[in-house]
Nanobody, 128 residues
Framework: QVQLVESGGGLVQPGGSLTLSCTAS????????IGWLRQVPGKEREGISY????????MYADSVKGRFTTSRDNSKNTAYLRMDNLLPEDTAVYYC?????????????????????WGQGTQVTVSS
């Protein structure tokens, strides 16, 4: 049973930073690509980043390029999302995702992700 657990969310002031973690069980994450998504109530879930399994290739949605950085520590079966220069518009529930048939593609200024497994999410609130 594949399970993903996100953590690290919280309240931060505009311009501040947070690092989110995604820990997997039931799968060796070193062979899986990982995506991060976020969702605001009433809106569709938005793909924001991708990192490949072995080479660490990354992709980002335009809305977070230059501010967010995704990474991974395969020895800990964990992926990370470092968020810098946070804006109120970044307020959302953040999810990590993976899958046996994971796909990522840039479409316009958006990042489209296809996945099979995701976690419960962690709330990020950016407010002064």
């Amino acid at each position: 049973q594949v399970q993903l657990v996100e953590s690290g969310g919280g309240l931060v002031q505009p311009g501040g930073s947070l690092t989110l973690s995604c820990t997997a069980s039931g799968v060796n994450l070193d062979t899986y690509a990982i995506g991060w998504l976020r969702q605001v109530p009433g809106k569709e879930r938005e793909g924001i980043s991708y990192i490949s399994s072995v080479e660490g290739t990354t992709m980002y949605a335009d809305s977070v390029k230059g501010r967010f950085t995704t990474s991974r520590d395969n020895s800990k079966n964990t992926a990370y999302l470092r968020m810098d220069n946070l804006l109120p518009e970044d307020t959302a529930v953040y999810y990590c995702a993976t899958g046996d048939n994971f796909r990522a593609a840039a479409v316009g200024n958006s990042l489209k992700l296809e996945y099979e497994y995701w976690g419960q999410g962690t709330q990020v609130t950016v407010s002064s």
